[in-house]
């Protein structure tokens, strides 16, 4: 399997049939993970940080998940080739940025990503399509355990999980839920209810993660507290007092704009669909936030010669790195939004 | 709604009632904070860490605090934010504790899942044994008596 195969396809977890497919989009569990007897990645030197990376590869290779992992030395991949692993969810901009001996392991259809030495020595990623935290942790849980089979972790009684950040250490569990919430903005209750979130001490992200503001209506949801609680008490707590609330309120929202503001949403929904279908130039903010409306509209019935798989692709491939790989040359930003245009036009006319 | 002050969105809805006599608020973040009512925000990990105490004061009383295993001294630490080996937890283990507290809301022990080569080990043991004392504060107080005894027997098993 090598990097090419990547670029026009989308990984299983933004497949568009997952469960409450209308309002979420992905779920997603990251385990953080460090090796007893090593020093902390930011502790290490070179040589130690190797160490650790060899040890990491010889191990994955010895488990049973290792027939479908595909492993990737950071050194030996283009600065271009990370930055489509970041735009694709599988590596973080920590270690697409940071030089040194660094990897990632993935399965072939991007729901598993075992990050070697980024802050902590493991950072293991399970993602899936639509609202499934609770059969992700359980697979995820399947893939901790063959690796603590083969390594010892760095473990307390008191503190569980060590991790390099105090914040991770306990279950070293981030679990996290991307939401499309175009309706709230439009009702003017997003503010509310985002406001009702931090309250639950829940972090709030944009739809590429940390340090990303949320642009087009995509919202991303996860746990901030890793300590004192057992992992299913922090899924259930997330879900039952923040996903499931906010699916509801948004599917309210949803229904009161489609009897009361028939027109106006309508308005917005077609307005976006043409201005995709004819513009010449599309940045990659106007792209997700005219996106969001086209999923919005195919969710309400408005458009059946749109799929959601052509506009859940579309997520992917309209981001920088994609676009230059797509069209295999050194685009600048004014380049790139005429080729993200293009590009947009051809798929949403193809999926007549 | 729009604020009373600006013409952004109202976001903070105050109510009061002094003396009887209620009054109400709608003002946006930025309009809100400058009339002094207060959001609370919770605050980024590095802000908490150099606010945890007066550096001087800090420099003082933990000033030669350092890792024998990694060399991480307490001050580095505070200064980047990551530890530097799991023996870190042990080395800094006071002041550690206190900042744990504050970034895990009040939470100082492990409950969640446990290594299975640790699992029959004392550590294992523990986690097991907090976890079960959780279940059966929660069973007493729903009344769930027949779920109580099960996990007091667990418990004893334990022990």
New interface residues.
Partial sequence: MDLSGLYQRVGAWLDETGPVNDIVISSRVRLAR?L?G???C??ADEAQQRQVLEFVREKLTATDVQGSLWYVPMEQVTALQRQVLTERHLISRELAETGGPRAVALTPDESLAVMVNE?DHLRIQMMANGLQLRETYERI?RV??QL??QV????????????????N???G?RVSVMLHLPALKMT?EI??VL?AA?DL?LAVRGLYGEGSEPVGDFYQLSN????????E?IIDDLTRHAVEPMVEYERRARKKLSEGKATALDDKIFRAKGILSHARMVSSEEALYLLSYIRLGIHLGRFRDVRMSTVNRLFLTAQPAHLQTLFGEDLDAGGRDRARADYIRRELAGAA | MQCQMCDK?A?VHLTEIVNGKKTERHLCEACAQKEGIAIK??AP?SELLTSLMSAQAEAQELGGLRCE????SWLEFRK???????ND?TAFEKP?RG??ER????????????????SES???K??RLL?LRQDLRQAVEAEDYERAARLRDEMRLLS
């Fill in positions: 460090n007893a090593f020093f902390f930011g502790q802050e849980c901790d355990e603590e089979g010892e972790y760095a473990f307390s009684a008191e503190y569980g999980y060590l991790t390099a950040c105090p914040t250490t306990g279950t569990m003017g503010e509310k406001r931090k001490r901030q507290t890793a300590l004192g609680k057992t992992e008490q | 969105a976001t925000a919770p990990i295993q990694c060399g991480l980047g934010g990551l530890l530097g080996c799991p937890y550690l900042l744990l970034v895990q809301e009040g939470a100082t022990r492990h409950l969640g899942r446990v290594p299975r080569r640790c004392a550590a294992g523990q986690v976890r």
